[in-house]
């Protein structure tokens, strides 16, 4: 089956702009996360959404950043005014129901994010 | 503080040869551990992963991993190494109480020579 996709797979923006990030979740999993991938940080998580349950948002930089989830699928990641220093791929992951299952996460190619 | 350490941020070996990536990880609670695999331009992909019970797993492409609670180590390991297998390797450890997010380790990139 189709796996999780994201676009678009590559975005340059001027600094200060804003931007949105999509991501399609693979059909019936319902948790779904958001992950950023940087040369000087590595993997980072964001937020992360469960069914209809409060997003853990937890590993959001700034308030600059935030994300929705529409109807349990597809999400959107909001940077708003982008600084230098948001460039990186920005990684979105989803899993099964289960406990085990959520932490077998499936990522999508990601998008690279460049803020000039 | 919960940490994951790859200690070998480049390894070089050649084709054929026996693999081995260490992951160290600090959790207070059992852990659930991980292998991702990133090939250039490319997502994650999940080798392997270990919950409970055998401590030895066996993922694709003929990784295995052993879990060692006692060094607090899941060291990733493949008999002989493939060109193909070339990729950026990423441990990641999650626990029951600390969310679902995954901790990943900063990466250990492999080169493969002929």
């Known amino acids: 089956g189709a796996g999780v996709s994201q676009s678009p797979s590559n975005k340059v923006t001027e600094k200060g702009k804003d931007v949105e990030l999509r991501c399609d979740p693979i059909?019936?999993?319902?948790?779904l996360y958001w992950y950023r991938q940087s040369l000087g940080q590595g993997l980072e998580f964001l937020i992360y959404f469960q069914g209809n349950s409060a997003p853990d948002k937890s590993g959001l930089p700034s308030d600059r950043f935030s994300a929705e989830r529409t109807g349990g699928s597809v999400s959107t990641l909001t940077i708003q005014r982008t600084q230098q220093e948001d460039s990186a791929v920005y990684l979105c992951?989803?899993?099964?129901?289960?406990?085990?299952?959520?932490?077998?996460?499936?990522f999508g190619p990601g998008t690279r994010l460049t803020v000039t | 503080a919960q940490s994951v350490t790859q200690p070998d941020i480049h390894i070089t070996v050649s084709e054929g040869a026996s693999l081995e990536l260490r992951c160290n990880y600090s959790y207070g609670a059992t852990p659930y551990l991980f292998w991702y695999v990133q090939s250039p331009g490319q997502g994650l992909q999940l080798l392997l992963k270990?919950?409970?019970?055998?401590?030895l797993v066996q993922g694709i492409k003929g990784f295995e991993a052993e879990f060692k609670r006692s060094q607090s180590s899941f060291n990733l390991r493949k008999p002989s190494v493939h060109w193909s297998d070339a990729a950026e390797y990423f441990c990641?450890?999650?626990?029951?109480?600390?969310?679902?997010?995954?901790?990943f380790g900063k990466g250990t990139s492999l080169l493969v020579t002929p």
């Open positions: 992951a989803s899993s099964s129901p289960g406990l085990a299952g959520r932490y077998e996460q499936y």
């Open positions: 990641a450890v999650g626990a029951a109480n600390s969310g679902y997010a995954l901790n």
């Open positions: 270990y919950f409970s019970g055998d401590t």
């Open positions: 059909s019936g999993h319902t948790a």
